[in-house]
């Protein structure tokens, strides 16, 4: 072929393309508002949201003697469009499929109000463009799940003020951007008691993945419970330095378990941790373990006693309705900051869903008996885990585990961290960066 | 695929005059370059064809066009009177045309057998390495073919490379076998093998077409005689319907301006004996590639205005001599001495700078760089004179390279033009024109006139007698006997390394010479 | 009976050359639009989003270009030393030390306002590149050290260098200990001229012209183009293989070096972890550009742009089209092979005969 006519062959092409684009992009009629009553179920619990919005006074102005007329109009309304921006695949079994879970939850609680769409496996410094891109597509609220993702978002949102932003796990906002995140603190501290009450060896293990608040929080909370059933026990931390390195961590739970840990708590996506205890197990060493973010029960059926599960859905259903309902718009988000716990079901205790602890565990956590801090009286381990769970899960927690009640707790290094009858808030667990003094390791600075 | 040769050959139709190839009107053009016009060629059945030109003449040129490298853009070729297209060498094969590639491609580290196996393969002859022996048992005894069947190709000299390249294409079932320059690179006994292997091949009915520049070569071999000029064809007749002389002019576009090398009149003015000593070299050892001992223990001085010439059947040390002058392998044990500098372990940049002038022997190796233009090419070693602010004024270059390509009559398109295009002989021109222009008080040449034309040959000797004449003192490394008679001042013989023999013009012979290059005579 | 020979071409005029290659590039826009049939989606929607929109929407072009300038300008520099024979793969490493260094710039002369501010960052990240690759220049240049195992090791070593200063002495004290320094100066960010990144574009031209110069103006490219097509011949002419070594990873690791330093004043702003750098692995994309180019200087501009606005058309198949990854990877694969086929047609051309 001559190169004259493959140079037209293109040209026709583009001309045609470039007229079909703008055909197809004509804008779309304005949206209206209407009375709504949207109805949804939580968790357990009833939401229901009312908004009544009545279009302003319109002035027709083509006939003199024609009066002022107030319209009502009510029709279906428009859906928001929502996306959400995944670090990695819905299909990863952790992180994204948690929130991914959430999406379908709200797609499914708000069918006729909001259409959701998700792009998953973005690498965190194209998050802008990606966002660019959303926003091009018309989407008005959009969830980026990753902290990664934090300055992308904050740079999309102060360009594109119209659209509603929020950020996972992150603490840059904006007029229309809000931050959220649901922690598992306090379920470390529980997974830490019942840790305390299985060691035979005083030795607890702890996986951790890189050296950030988060983590350190985690370790923390989950050492003050493994004191408060056994104050001799240590915990024992090895740095991976990777969210997702199956092989790392189970290199890292050989080498605790080789020092004697017969106990195991961690942080990484996936379920080496478990994998290896279930073959000790096996191999007739009971080392026991606790699942991570997702239901992890069935890689260990004998050796999981507990775990940390998230429920993002019950974030993302609040966050939904009230933009819906107009709480929440383009210009109020500077300080809204999701921080949600067991009392906002942001979080749950367990291996897997509905299975707050193995059963195969139920009878030595009864037999284990300890001095209750703050009453003094004798309790079972088990009854102290349900006593702990229900304080913390209350509207209004009546305990958190970072409050000091009779005792300081001491940092690593022998500082006070929290003195007697005080407690740290949201901003100092946000960026603690100190272990407490019944944990054995160090925070690496300056290496991952 | 293909013809079955075989039977193709059993049934001749058309004969005419019984012609294996013929060639009718062939053109060929490359942008506004004539490379051939309206050539024919007519070779018979059992005939030795010379193939007779200057270097850029056209022959290599015709040699692609039927080995279907290049197609033509005008003419007819005919095999046994059969109009045929040849679209690529596999084509010409199918017909029994076979080029015995002049730089075989073969891999260093397998056996000739093994090779020979594979590159056979590849086009579709079926043949295990242990038919390939057989097959070489029997040529050793039918042609006088003389290569071992399992020793690996690295260890094979050239002109042992060229027999395999030889078995390879009889293998083929060649009925025409092509030379390009088949002699370039061998020494006299192996030429005269290699003719009488082609002479046995024409007793056995086989055409043969030689390409060559040499003259004598092709009187000596040849049946017939086609002489291309310019692209076109000036004469062809039986060998011996021509004279010497004629010959001679036919080849030469010019042919006043070629006088025959022994006449340019030049003064032999005996060196004097208090001219200062430039190359001065003492007890050098220098090792080769696989660390046995090259050069031991050479002694030799070089003085200004005088031409030492250095005789030696190849593989004597000569490469590793060279290198080692020019800094491009390391000395073991010894000095060198450039005008008075001792730069023993200094690199060739010092060595230029001392006004050292080096002519290698691989030219495409270390001569010249292939990718890169005439004109860069010229500058490679004088870059320095042609910038400013660290950029090169390719202006100026270009001036320059454009007299010295009319000066040195350099056959190619332009100075933009990419050095690997252009042919053997005008590469070394180059190099020549390159080496000579800042007027070196030292010249090391290594085979300088191998593979040049007559006219180029003659120019780069003259060449050598006017630097001398303005004082240059040259180190002529050559095989070529006759070249060093006539330059040298003095001849040393390399043999083993180091100077076995040595000689003053006068009393020179070939005879002797040549005894002493077998190690038959000692100083 | 058909038979079709593949035949090697000896002679190519530039205008079929040119020709195969503009055929080939459509080509496998259009193998991939097949591909898109096979999958579902309608082919003339992708093509008008791919293809047209980055044309015509100038927030998409923009999109390409913030891409396409580090893609090339690391590609220009890794040219030469590609034509000097060296075979570096460290422009990754040598963009994060930019980086680095003109965050440190930055940070430490956070008081000079602009343009200077800006011009000294970039100068500083060009510094710190070439300082980086000066190592493995060196061992190559003295030792004959392999550079391909240095410079790839010294990416690693460079990712290092950021995470010992992103968690130890730069950690940002408002970060709420995240491994994230503070984001740089304002007078040190560069902002796009009326949505136009007139700096990002200028520098990359720049680029073009500048190491057009070097390599078929200069003595130094001269001597670089001697010594990669014949290291004997110039070894022989007195080229020094320590100097060609040493000043092609240097001035390789300068231009890698300013790339870093453009995507931190113009993109990022502030470093951070590995996962989210600065480089995101663009110096290795650089690699493919330079040689999509043929280690013409003018072609890698055509060929940066073409691997950017493939990142580009990445992104849109993921956000835009709602496709997988996977489809990601094939317009990729089949857009960037179908440009290397053409080599094959270029070197060998289809004879059909008809035999009886």
């Known amino acids: 072929m001559k190169p004259q006519l493959i140079l037209a062959l293109v040209v026709v092409a583009i001309v045609a393309g470039g007229i079909g684009y703008s055909a197809g992009s004509l804008a779309a009629p304005p949206p209206k508002t209407v009375t709504q009553t949207v109805t949804t179920t939580v968790g357990g619990a009833t939401v229901t949201l009312t908004t009544t919005v009545t279009q302003p006074p319109r002035t027709v102005t083509t006939t003199v003697t024609a009066p002022p007329t107030t319209v009502t109009v009510t029709k279906p309304p428009e859906k928001i469009k929502v996306a959400f921006v995944y670090v990695g695949p819905i299909g990863d079994y952790g992180w994204t499929h948690a929130h991914d879970v959430g999406r379908r939850y709200i797609e499914s609680q708000f069918k006729d109000r909001v259409e959701t769409y998700y792009v998953e496996s973005v690498e965190e410094p194209k998050v802008y463009d990606v966002l660019k891109k959303l926003v091009n597509e018309g989407y008005k609220v959009i969830f980026t799940t990753s902290f990664g993702f934090m300055d992308g978002t904050l740079q999309a949102a102060k360009e594109f003020p119209n659209v509603i932003f929020f950020h996972c796990s992150g603490y840059e906002r904006w007029s229309n951007l809000g931050t959220y995140f649901a922690d598992l603190y306090q379920l470390y501290y529980l997974n830490g008691l019942m840790a305390g009450a299985l060691t035979k060896s005083g030795k607890v293990g702890y996986v951790a993945a890189h050296p950030i608040p988060e983590v350190v929080r985690h370790i923390d909370a989950f050492a003050l419970g493994v004191k408060e059933v056994n104050p001799k026990a240590k915990v024992h931390v090895v740095w991976i330095h990777a969210w997702y390195d199956p092989a790392k961590a189970r290199a890292a739970a050989e080498s605790l378990i080789a020092q004697g840990v017969d106990v195991l708590a961690f942080t990484e996506d996936s379920p080496a941790v478990i994998e290896v205890a279930q073959e000790y197990y096996k191999r007739g060493t009971p080392v026991y373990a606790f699942a991570h973010y997702s239901p992890m029960l069935k890689f260990g059926p004998d050796v999981v006693v507990s775990g940390q599960l998230v429920r993002w859905e019950s974030i993302y259903v609040d966050i939904i309705s009230k933009i819906i309902t107009g709480v929440y718009n383009t210009t109020n988000l500077r300080n809204v900051d999701y921080w949600w716990l067991l009392s906002e079901n942001a979080v749950e205790l367990g291996g897997d869903f509905g299975v707050p602890i193995n059963p195969k565990f139920i009878t030595p956590l009864k037999n284990f008996k300890v001095k209750e801090k703050i009453s003094g009286t004798e309790i079972s381990v088990y009854d102290l885990v349900m006593m702990r769970l229900k304080q913390m899960s209350e509207p209004r927690p009546s305990f958190d585990p970072f409050c000091a009640v009779n005792e300081p707790i001491i940092s690593q290094d022998g500082k006070v961290l929290v003195r007697p009858g005080e407690c740290l808030g949201h901003e100092a667990l946000w960026s603690i960066m100190s272990f407490v003094d019944n944990v054995v390791g160090s925070i690496p600075a300056g290496s991952s | 695929m293909g013809v079955n040769q075989t039977t193709f050959f059993m049934k001749p139709h058309g004969d005419e005059n019984n012609y294996i190839l013929s060639v009718t009107g062939v053109s060929k053009f490359f942008g506004s370059i004539t490379a051939l016009r309206g050539v024919d060629l007519n070779i018979r059945v059992g005939e030795i064809h010379a193939l007779l030109g200057e270097n850029g003449a056209g022959k290599t040129t015709l040699v692609n066009i039927l080995y279907g490298l290049y197609r033509p853009d005008a003419g007819s070729i005919k095999v046994f009177g059969n109009e045929v297209r040849i679209n690529s060498p596999k084509d010409a094969i199918s017909y029994g045309i076979v080029l015995v590639q002049q730089h075989p491609m073969l891999i260093d580290k397998m056996t000739v057998s093994e090779n020979l196996s594979i590159g056979l393969r590849s086009l579709g002859y079926l043949k295990s390495p242990n038919s390939v022996k057989e097959v070489i048992k029997e040529y050793s005894i039918r042609y006088g073919i003389s290569v071992d069947p399992d020793i690996t190709v690295s260890n094979l000299s050239f002109s042992e490379r060229q027999e395999v390249e030889l078995v390879r294409a009889l293998m083929l079932n060649a009925q025409l076998l092509m030379l390009d320059e088949p002699t370039t690179m061998l020494t006299s006994y192996e030429r005269k093998k290699l003719f009488s292997v082609l002479r046995k091949l024409k007793d056995e009915g086989k055409s043969v077409l030689l390409i060559t520049h040499k003259v004598m070569e092709a009187t000596e071999i040849s049946d017939w005689i086609t002489v291309l000029r310019k692209g076109e064809v000036t004469a062809s007749r039986p060998t011996n319907k021509y004279t010497l002389d004629e010959l001679v002019k036919l080849v030469v576009s010019d042919a006043g301006v070629f006088n025959g090398v022994r006449s340019v009149k030049f003064d032999y003015n005996v060196v004097k004996s208090q001219s200062p000593e430039v190359l001065s070299i003492k007890d050098l050892i220098v090792v080769n590639d696989v660390g046995g001992v090259a050069v031991r223990g050479f002694s030799l001085a070089v003085k200004s205005g005088e031409i030492i010439g250095i005789a030696g059947v190849s593989g004597n040390g000569q490469k590793e001599l060279s290198e080692a002058i020019a800094g491009l392998r390391k000395v073991v044990d010894g000095r060198i001495v450039i005008c008075g500098q001792d730069l023993t372990n200094k690199g060739p940049k010092d060595r230029v700078k001392a006004g050292l002038a080096y002519i290698p022997e691989e030219r495409l190796k270390y001569g010249v760089v292939g990718d890169m233009s005439v004109a860069e090419n010229y500058i490679l070693k004088s870059y320095g004179q042609y910038s400013g602010f660290g950029l090169i004024n390719m202006r100026k270059v270009i001036e320059d390279v454009n007299e010295s390509i009319e000066s040195f009559n350099i056959i190619t398109r332009g100075p933009l033009e990419k050095v690997k295009a252009l042919s053997g002989g005008n590469i070394q021109k180059l190099i020549v024109a390159r080496e000579l222009r800042s007027n070196p008080k030292v010249i090391l040449a290594h085979n300088p006139t191998l593979g040049l034309d007559l006219r180029s040959a003659a120019l780069v000797r003259e060449l050598f007698l006017k630097a001398k004449a303005d004082g240059a003192g040259i180190l002529l490394i050559s095989e070529d006997l006759d070249e060093v008679i006539t330059l040298s001042d003095k001849i040393a013989v390399m043999y083993k390394g180091s100077i076995t023999y040595e000689i003053n013009k006068n009393e020179a012979s070939r005879d002797v010479l040549e005894r002493a290059m077998l190690g038959l005579l000692n100083v | ?356």
């Not at chain 3, 791919?50 to 100038?58: A, E, G, M, Q, R």
């Open chain 3, 1 to 356: 009976m058909f038979e079709i020979r593949i035949l090697r071409r000896y002679e190519i005029t530039n205008k079929l050359k040119s020709s195969i290659y503009v055929a080939s590039f459509i080509t496998g826009i259009l193998i991939f639009a097949l591909i898109e049939v096979i999958y579902g989606a309608n082919p003339y929607d992708v093509m008008s989003k791919l293809f047209v929109k980055p044309l015509t929407s100038y927030a998409d072009l923009q999109i390409t270009i913030r891409y396409a300038v580090p893609i090339g300008i690391m590609a220009l520099g890794l040219t030469l030393t590609y034509k000097s024979g060296i075979y570096s793969i460290g422009s990754e490493g040598q963009m994060a030390v930019g980086a680095i260094f003109a965050a440190w710039t930055a940070y430490a002369f956070n008081y000079i306002e602009p343009p200077t501010s800006i011009v000294i960052a970039l100068l500083a990240g060009a510094l710190g590149g070439l300082l980086w690759a000066l190592v493995p220049g060196i061992l190559k240049g003295l030792l004959n050290v392999n550079e391909v195992l240095t410079t790839l090791m010294f990416n690693f070593i460079a990712y290092s260098l950021t995470d010992y200063l992103i968690y130890g002495p730069w950690r940002s004290p408002r970060a709420y200990g995240f491994p994230l320094t503070e984001p740089i100066p304002k007078s040190y960010v560069i902002l796009p001229t009326d949505g136009i990144p007139v700096i990002n574009i200028s520098t990359f031209i720049l680029s073009v012209f500048l190491m057009y110069a070097i390599i078929k103006k200069s003595v130094f490219g001269y001597q670089v183009r001697a010594y990669g097509s014949n290291p004997t011949a110039a070894k022989s002419a007195g080229i020094s293989f320590l100097k060609v070594a040493l000043l092609c990873l240097a001035i390789s690791g300068a231009f890698a070096g300013l790339a870093g330093a453009l995507q931190l004043t113009s993109v990022h702003n502030r470093l951070g972890p590995k996962s989210w750098s600065v480089t995101e692995g663009l110096g290795y994309t650089a690699i493919v550009s330079a040689w999509l180019a043929r280690l013409e200087p003018w072609f890698v501009l055509p060929s940066a742009i073409l691997l950017g606005a493939l990142i580009n058309g990445g992104l849109t198949i993921k956000a835009v089209l709602g496709q997988p990854e996977g489809v990601v990877n094939i317009m990729n694969g089949v857009i960037l092979l179908s440009i290397i086929a053409a080599d094959f047609f270029i070197n060998y051309r289809f004879v059909i005969k008809v035999r009886e």
